[in-house]
């Protein structure tokens, strides 16, 4: 059923999905921007012949790595589930398999699979 302005609940949902998205795109950015002037210092002391134990303390590179890999799961498991929440939405707004297929330049199969997916969404 939709709201005042004719969204669906499904769209709603993808809506704040999308949102979600947007946060997790932005620490992710953070994270690799961290990551950059992190490998500038690591880059810098080894050109000056500093130890990497002196370097990897000063850039914390024992706290670095986690930090860019939990961003990257993150962001790469609320994409996935943005994607999923699309397709339902565009087959709700009567999208072929297709349509979605070469609008969003993918495989027929994979457009299969992710509309399957996103059924158990709904």
């Not at 810098?44 to 939990?70: C, H, K, N, Y």
């Given at each position: 059923?939709?709201?005042?302005?004719?969204?669906?609940?499904?769209?709603?949902?993808?809506?704040?999905?999308?949102?979600?998205l947007q946060a997790a795109s932005a620490e992710l950015?953070?994270?690799?921007?961290?990551?950059e002037a992190a490998t500038a210092a690591l880059l810098?002391?080894?050109?000056?012949?500093?130890?990497?134990?002196?370097?990897?303390?000063?850039?914390?590179?024992?706290?670095?790595?986690?930090?860019?890999?939990?961003?990257?799961?993150?962001?790469?498991?609320?994409?996935?589930?943005?994607?999923?929440?699309?397709?339902?939405?565009?087959?709700?707004?009567?999208?072929?398999?297709?349509?979605?297929?070469?609008?969003?330049?993918?495989t027929r199969s994979l457009a299969v699979r992710n509309?399957?997916?996103?059924?158990?969404?709904?």
């Amino acid at each position: 059923m939709g709201d005042e302005y004719g969204s669906s609940d499904l769209e709603q949902r993808a809506v704040l999905e999308l949102r979600e998205l947007q946060a997790a795109s932005a620490e992710l950015r953070r994270c690799l921007e961290e990551n950059e002037a992190a490998t500038a210092a690591l880059l810098e002391g080894l050109a000056d012949g500093q130890p990497l134990t002196t370097i990897f303390e000063r850039i914390r590179s024992s706290e670095m790595r986690p930090l860019v890999t939990d961003a990257l799961t993150r962001f790469e498991r609320i994409r996935h589930r943005g994607r999923l929440r699309l397709g339902a939405v565009a087959t709700q707004q009567g999208m072929s398999v297709e349509e979605i297929q070469k609008r969003w330049a993918i495989t027929r199969s994979l457009a299969v699979r992710n509309l399957r997916q996103a059924e158990r969404l709904v």
